[in-house]
């Protein structure tokens, strides 16, 4: 029975159609917006033997994007993981590092627990690079394994460039801001 659920999992995974959302339905029907890090994450199998993964993930002291009502840490549930020596990988949703940062489209599955709006499209990894001629980093932020969708700064860039191209923190999250006034 579980070998025959999870081969389903499976089909069902490689032949899902993902379709993008649109970058203002993205920003707008997010319950949350926040930019943090992972401090934790845990694996375990639920419904007939599916993983999931389970991260817990703190708010930076500015990580509140949209909707200031969400506590500083939170639980994130993605679909698949791994539980002893088996592994669920399920294309087009993010698997986040423990210790990483992210900026994270949310939507509210109750209290503290969230689920990644979007799936890929909804999460975006921050990393530092060192400006150029200069010993300034600066935090750059690119599509978490993002093979299928423009994000949502990048709606004028084709889906093949996407994952290659990054933007500064603080001209998304400005971005993110002009979205969510119109």
């Known amino acids: 029975m579980f070998l025959v659920i999870l081969s389903l999992v499976f089909s069902v995974s490689h032949s899902m159609v993902m379709i993008q959302i649109p ?24 419904h007939g033997g599916v993983i999931f993964t389970y991260y817990t993930f703190k708010l930076q002291d500015d990580g509140n994007i949209k909707n200031s009502n969400i506590a500083q840490t939170i639980t994130i549930k993605t679909i698949g993981g791994k539980v002893g020596k088996e592994i669920l990988d399920v294309t087009g949703f993010p698997v986040l590092i ?36 200069t010993n300034e980093k600066q935090k750059m932020l690119r599509p978490c394994e993002n093979k299928y969708f423009n994000a949502v700064y990048l709606e004028q860039v084709g889906i093949e460039l996407a994952p290659k191209k ?14 969510q006034s119109k």
Not at 166 to 179: G, P, Q, S, T, W
């Open 23 to 46: 970058s203002d339905a993205v920003v707008n029907k997010s319950a949350a917006i926040v930019h943090g890090s992972v401090i934790g994450k845990t694996s375990q199998k639920e």
């Open 98 to 133: 423990n210790g990483a940062e992210y900026i994270l489209f949310l939507e509210e599955r109750g209290n503290t627990n969230y689920d990644i709006y979007g799936a890929n499209q909804g999460c975006m990894k921050a990393f530092l690079v060192t400006k150029e001629g």
């Open 166 to 179: 990054a933007v500064r923190l603080d001209d998304f999250i400005k971005k993110v801001k002009e979205y």
